[in-house]
T-cell receptor, first 112, second 112 residues
Framework: KNEVEQSPQNLTAQEGEFITINCSYSVGISALHWLQQHPGGGIVSLFMLSSGKKKHGRLIATINIQEKHSSLHITASHPRDSAVYICAVLGLTQGGSEKLVFGKGTKLTVNP | DSGVTQTPKHLITATGQRVTLRCSPRSGDLSVYWYQQSLDQGLQFLIQYYNGEERAKGNILERFSAQQFPDLHSELNLSSLELGDSALYFC???????????FGEGSRLTVL
């Protein structure tokens, strides 16, 4: 079992729909990142969360530390939101340093 | 533009060869991270440097090595290349705000 599980793997929506992408993890973490990867390959960090909720424009990210679960919501989705969304958790290595462990990503396609 | 520069953007080479990927972090960022993204494994953390010193190590093969120079740029050296090393290699940097990550555009390596 992967340490970070995302669902769904693929998501197709119509423009304007509300989108939710889920991330569950099985390890202790100090923070969780949501990343966006566009078809060209570049990666952008959307949020870093250690508790509660953050909002940036039409994007909202929440985390529940007790349940080891995070969600990324997109309101009023638009075709330009089409991308792969990756959840990554910042956990401890055996040596005591921190490293990011990534989910497999959710491929979102928003049709006009 | 994240401020992180990676070169080369694309590289095609043969099995058994050696290549060097270069990363210039955002101005002032002391931490540099290297990640590998392959089709079957997804994103994986390779190694982190902080102000010239190795800080954390992930799934980095012995054939791979990295260093960070006094001007804070970093190089990832991949030797005795195998077909399975074909992947996108990302560099990221972080600095002032803990956990905030800025990714380069990646270097796409193809081993034939």
């Amino acid at each position: 079992k992967n340490e970070v599980e995302q669902s769904p793997q693929n998501l197709t929506a119509q423009e304007g729909e509300f989108i939710t992408i889920n991330c569950s993890y099985s390890v202790g973490i100090s923070a969780l990142h949501w990343l966006q990867q566009h078809p060209g390959g570049g990666i952008v960090s959307l949020f870093m969360l250690s508790s509660g909720k953050k909002k940036h424009g039409r994007l909202i990210a929440t985390i529940n530390i007790q349940e080891k679960h995070s969600s990324l919501h997109i309101t009023a989705s638009h075709p330009r939101d089409s991308a792969v969304y990756i959840c990554a958790v910042l956990g401890l290595t055996q040596g005591g340093s921190e490293k990011l462990v990534f989910g497999k990503g959710t491929k979102l396609t928003v049709n006009p | 533009d994240s401020g992180v520069t990676q070169t080369p953007k694309h590289l095609i080479t043969a099995t058994g060869q050696r290549v060097t990927l270069r990363c210039s972090p955002r101005s002032g960022d002391l931490s540099v991270y290297w990640y590998q993204q392959s089709l079957d494994q997804g994103l994986q953390f390779l190694i982190q440097y902080y102000n010239g010193e190795e800080r954390a190590k992930g799934n980095i093969l012995e054939r791979f090595s990295a260093q960070q120079f006094p001007d804070l740029h970093s190089e990832l050296n991949l030797s005795s290349l195998e077909l399975g090393d074909s992947a996108l290699y990302f560099c990221a940097s972080s600095g002032g705000n803990p956990g905030e990550l800025f990714f380069g555009e990646g270097s796409r390596l193809t081993v034939l």
